[in-house]
Structure formats: structure tokens, C-alpha cells
């Protein structure tokens, strides 16, 4: 089988697809990943075919990256004004794809084009999703609803999935019609996802597929690389061995002001707790301008590799970092910003690995305290990581992809 595998988006978005390339290479299939052009070298590494999309949209994120809000507002305007040309060019990436023959086309639906390309192929459209966003559900509301609402109203909330959708259509349209010769507006995720066409690529540990979703729509389990293979620098592996497990604190590309301010809190709620800590830049949230006593400033490591050797993990509630902190282990503490992470901190407070989520105005003193308060849940994480672990998502997922 040659499955074509689609996503775009930040490594969160790609790490998933490529677990699942090498699952389905080592099942007897030839895979292609299509994924932002970045993520060559990381594919590569694992010797995964793959094919370069167009990844100005990522580019746009690295000029602000670590700058604070004025540049994020003034960022935002300029997408404004050049999205649509960006999702043009990486659409246009995408339809070269068609020049091969393919059996079955899995997707992340950011890349918008995925229904398009499988409908030029004549074969098979499977979403893959890293979160849920398309299967209304009386259960729980909309993971990226950005407010509560009435229980009553679960089930309604989710129709902002398929306004999301809606301001790109007339560029897929003219694209489909430029690029591939289709007629139309391509058939709509949601009909798909309700169709039961879908992969469900996180723990049901984590969340469990409500009673009024179809058989086919149950959660496969996480998608998730190998572990092993990676040496940490000598500076981290060292500050590891000089002390108790330090408290981990990263929050990737999310930020929710300054931060140089959010720095500062994070550094002062460390020093609360008498606590040693690894503070991970990653894109930019965190900007220390030192290391204090007790302190390791990294940019970024495998959590995968980095959590089974933490007593805490702080963090955005990202569905990629919920996932490794799950599969360690390891207690988290979450400080949701934005998108569906408040979802996720309340899934992990509700399994018990997870003091209440973190909200409102952060201060050193409540950060602290959840720092605190999370440490006694070790036990309960750690049963929780032998459920996770015995989970086996790419096996699950490439059983209905071939069956």
C-alpha cells in the first residue's frame, strides 16, 4: 500500500503523522509524508520519504518569536493581509502530490487540501485528529469553544468547527478548480468525521469516546515516535545527576503577555518552592536572561526523553506535551492559554495527575502552590503511564487504515 500522509502546522501537528509513517514502513507499506518543508531534516533522521510543503506560515511565527505581544498584534495584522496567498502557495505544494499514485490519503485537516487530493486520486480521505473537532458529542462542549456554556448546549457548540472552515473555502475552491480540474467545494470535514471516516489519534485513558459517537470514531491511542536514539549535552545530562529530579517548566510557542514577565514569575515560583528546575525556551514564551542557582536554561529536549527524568511538568496544555508527560509518568501542572488547552487541563485534573488548572492572573505565589500541590499525585500518574504505554495508537490506527 502507498498511504499519502498530509499535516502542516508546528512539530506538534507533525510528530504524530511521522510515528505513524514509520508504523505503517514497518508494517510493509511505502508511506510519502507531506509536511512543512522545515520538518525535512526530522524525517530524514528517520528515513521517511517525504515531500516539502510550503512553510511561510511557520515563518511568520519565527519572526516573533520571543518578542511579546506588540510584535505578536503586529504579526497578526500582516497575516491578515497575506494568508490567504500562504495557504495558496502550500495548497499549490500539495496538489504536485497528485503527480503519484496513492491508495489512501490520511490528513490533518489544517492542510485543507487533503479531501481535494484524495478526490483527484480516486481513492479513500481519512482525517487524522490530534484533538476533537468535529463529532458533536451531548458529552462535554467544543474543545476550542473559547467560553462555557450550558450542558444543554454541548452538542450545538460544535458547530464552530465548521465555521473555522469558512473563510478559506472560496481560496480551496479556486484552487481545486486551477490545480486539480475539480468542480465545487470539497466535500466538508464534518460530513466526513460523521460519516465515521476518522482517526482518533489520543489516549482513551485521557478522554474516552462519549456513548453517542460511532464505533469507528473510538480514540486509536496516541501516535508516538520510538523512544531512544537521543543524547542529551553534557550540561543537562550533568545538572540531571547533581541533584533531586528537578521541576520541568516550558510552554512552546504560547505566551500570555511578556516574557520577560512570564520569565520572572516562573523563576520566582521556583525559588518558592526550594525546587531545582529546567526551564525550556522552546519558541520563545520563556526568555531568561541568566541562570539562577538551581536553574538549567535549555532550548528544547525530547520530552520523551526529558519528562521520566522530571518530578513536574509545567506547561500549555499542547496535546503533544499532555501526551509525553502521560506516557512518563510524571505529575503536570497546566497554564492553558489558548485553543483547545484549557480542554486538555481539565481532562488531566479529572484523571487525578493534575492539580486544578492554573488561570486567571499568574502569580509566583499560586504557581508555586501548584507546583506543590502536584507532586503527591506521583502515584496516580505513574498508574496512569502503565494504561497509556499499553496502548498501542499507530498499530490501531493502521489496522483501519488497511482493513
Known amino acids: 500500500m502507498r498511504p499519502l500522509l498530509i499535516t502542516v502546522g508546528s512539530r506538534g501537528d507533525v510528530q504524530p503523522y511521522l510515528a505513524l509513517a514509520l508504523g505503517l514502513r514497518a508494517a510493509g507499506h511505502r508511506p510519502l509524508l507531506a509536511a512543512p518543508r522545515r520538518f525535512a531534516p526530522l524525517a530524514a533522521a528517520h528515513g521517511v520519504e517525504f515531500a516539502p510543503l510550503n ?3 511557520l515563518g511568520l511565527q519565527d519572526t516573533v518569536r520571543g518578542q511579546g505581544v506588540r510584535a505578536a498584534i503586529t504579526a497578526a495584522i500582516t497575516a491578515a493581509r ?15 502530490l497528485t503527480a503519484e499514485p496513492a491508495d489512501v490519503v490520511i490528513y490533518h485537516p489544517k492542510s485543507l ?6 478526490e483527484k486520486l480516486g481513492v479513500p480521505a481519512l482525517p487524522g485528529l490530534l484533538v476533537p473537532l468535529y463529532l458533536p458529542t451531548a458529552a462535554f462542549p467544543s474543545p476550542i469553544l473559547p467560553f462555557r456554556v450550558p450542558r444543554g448546549l454541548n452538542r450545538a457548540s460544535w458547530r464552530i468547527s465548521g465555521a473555522v472552515e469558512a473563510p478559506y473555502r472560496g481560496t480551496v475552491r479556486g484552487w481545486r478548480a486551477d490545480k486539480l480540474g475539480l468542480r465545487g467545494t470539497p466535500r466538508p470535514v464534518t460530513a466526513l468525521v460523521e460519516a465515521g471516516d476518522v482517526l482518533h489519534a489520543w489516549s482513551p485513558h485521557l478522554l474516552p469516546a462519549p456513548a453517542d459517537w460511532p464505533a469507528a470514531a473510538r480514540p486509536t491511542g496516541f501516535w508516538s515516535l520510538p523512544t531512544g536514539g537521543w543524547t542529551p549535552p553534557e550540561r543537562l545530562a550533568r545538572f540531571l545527576d547533581d541533584g533531586d529530579p528537578p521541576v520541568y517548566v516550558g510552554f512552546g510557542s504560547s505566551a500570555g503577555g511578556d516574557p520577560g514577565t512570564l520569565t520572572a514569575t516562573v523563576l520566582e515560583a521556583v525559588r518558592l518552592t526550594g525546587r531545582r528546575a529546567v526551564l525550556s525556551t522552546g519558541w520563545g514564551a520563556l526568555r531568561p536572561e541568566g541562570e539562577p542557582d538551581g536553574v538549567l536554561v535549555i532550548e528544547e529536549a525530547p520530552h520523551e526523553w526529558l519528562f521520566p527524568r522530571v518530578a513536574v511538568a509545567v506547561h500549555h496544555g499542547g496535546i503533544g ?4 508527560a502521560l506516557r512518563a509518568g510524571v505529575p503536570q501542572v497546566v497554564r492553558p492559554f489558548l485553543g483547545d488547552q484549557p480542554f486538555w487541563a481539565g481532562r488531566l485534573h479529572r484523571l487525578g495527575v493534575a492539580p486544578a488548572p492554573v488561570t486567571g492572573r499568574l502569580t509566583p505565589g499560586r504557581l508555586a502552590a501548584a507546583i506543590e500541590a502536584a507532586i503527591p499525585l506521583a502515584p496516580a500518574a505513574g498508574a496512569g503511564a502503565a494504561r497509556v504505554t499499553a496502548e498501542d495508537g499507530v498499530a490501531t490506527a493502521i489496522a483501519r487504515i488497511t482493513s
Do not use: C, F, W, Y
Open 55 to 57: 512553510d511561510e506560515m
Open 113 to 118: 487540501g487533503g479531501p481535494s487530493i484524495a
Open 321 to 324: 506535551t499532555v501526551a509525553a
Open 82 to 96: 497575506s494568508v490567504k496567498p500562504m495557504l495558496r502557495r502550500m495548497l499549490d505544494d500539495q496538489a504536485a
